[in-house]
C-alpha cells in the first residue's frame, strides 16, 4: 500500500513538472524548444514563420536561422526585424512586436511580381499570376476617386487604398475650424502619391466631410471591403475624439448636446456611447487582408461642454482625449496627434500634428512608413503640449511606403 502511494506521488509530480515546463512554450516541452534555433541567449519565446517558397531562408535581426518554407524560432520579448529570401525573388521585410503567443504564424508570400526577372516567369508560376499580371486594378464595391494616370506615380507594391474624415462643422458640441482644412490637405497629398480615395458621401467634395455617425459607418464599411483587394489601407480621421469608460470614441458631427447631469452614471454614459462611433470598430478587421493598416487619428480637441463640468462627475469618470483602443490587429501602424488622455490643438490654419505631416510628406515622403512616423513624432515633441505616438501591433513590413 505505501509502495502504491509512493508511485502515485512521484507520477503527480512528474506530471506536474512536465506541465509547468510547457507553459511559456505553448504547451512544448523544454526536449522540444532545444531543436528550435535561437535568436539570442535570453530567448524563450516560440515564433512560426512560414513562407508559400520552399528553401526560405529566413534571418531574425541580421541572425540567418534557417532555410525552409516553415520555421520555428526562438525569440526574447522584444521587437525584431525578419527577411525572408526565397530563390529567384525579391527579399521582403517584416517588423514584429511582442506579445508572442507560440501560435500566431509571420507569413511571407511570394509572388509573381516579386521576381526578380519577371520577363522570364514562366506562366505557370503560381496560382496567382493570373490577377497580378493585369495591369488594371480590381475594381471596389464603391466608387473610388483616383488620380489620373499622368499625375499618379507608379505603385510597384500594390494597390492602396485611403478613407479621409474631417469632422468640422458638429451641430450641438461646438464647430471645430480646423479638421476640414486638414482632411483636404491630407487627401490631396495620398491622392497624388497614388492612393485611391473612397468616393465622398456628397458630391462636389474632395474628402469626407461632417459626417454623421450613421455616414461614418457606411464609410467605414466601405472601407473594409476596398480592403479585401488592397495591399495598403490608410484611415485618416480630424475632428473631435473622446475616451468613456476608457474606451475611445470618434464624435459625429450630429451628436446632439449631451445631457450632462446624466453623465454621472453608467446609464447616462452607455446613452451617450451610443451616438459616438467607437474606434475599435471602426479599425476592426482593416488589416485582415492587407498587408498594412495605417490608421492615423489628429483627434481629441477640446470639448467645452464636456471639459467644463468634470467637477460634477464621480471620481474616474473622464472624457479628455482618446486611449488607445482595446482590440489588436494582425498588420497595424496606429499613429496618434497626442498622448493617451492628451488634449490635441486645433492649431491656426492647420493642427501641429497635421502641418508636421504635410510637412514630412513634401519633404519626405518616400522613406519607410515606420520612418516616416518617427520623424512626425519629432516635428511636434516640444513645440505644443501634446506628444504624438505612434505604434505596431502584429507584424508591418519594414518596407512599405506612403510615397513609392
Known sequence: MRDGKLFSLLLCVVL?????SGMRSGGRSLQDLSSYP???????????LSSNRDKTQFTV???????????????????????????????????????????????????????????????????DEPILQSSKPPKFPEPLSTASSASRPPAPHGLRVA??????????????????????EVAKRLKNAGFSLLRPVRPNQDVQADLTLEEMRQADHALGQAAQKAEMVLLYYAGHGLQLDGLPYLVPVNLPMPDIQSLGTQEGRDALASQLASLDELIKGLDEHTQVAVTIFDACREIPALNTHRSMFADGVKFRGLVRPQSTGKHRLLAFSAGSGELASDGNQHSPYTQAFMDEFDQNAAQKVTEFFMHIQARVNGATGQTPEFSIQGSVPTDIYLKP
Open 16 to 20: 506536474l513538472s512536465g506541465c509547468a
Open 38 to 48: 535561437r535568436v539570442s541567449a535570453d530567448a524563450d519565446r516560440v515564433l512560426p
Open 61 to 127: 535581426d541580421g541572425k540567418p536561422v534557417g532555410e525552409a518554407s516553415e520555421l520555428n524560432v526562438l525569440v526574447n520579448n522584444q521587437p525584431h526585424k525578419i527577411i525572408a529570401e526565397a530563390p529567384g525573388y525579391q527579399p521582403k521585410e517584416s517588423f514584429i512586436q511582442p506579445p508572442y503567443d507560440g501560435v500566431s504564424v509571420v507569413s511571407f508570400s511570394f509572388i509573381y511580381k516579386d521576381k526578380n526577372d519577371i520577363g522570364t516567369a514562366s506562366a505557370n508560376d503560381g496560382a
Open 163 to 184: 478613407l479621409v474624415i474631417g469632422n468640422s462643422n458638429y451641430q450641438a458640441i461646438g464647430e471645430l475650424p480646423n479638421p476640414l482644412r486638414d482632411a483636404v
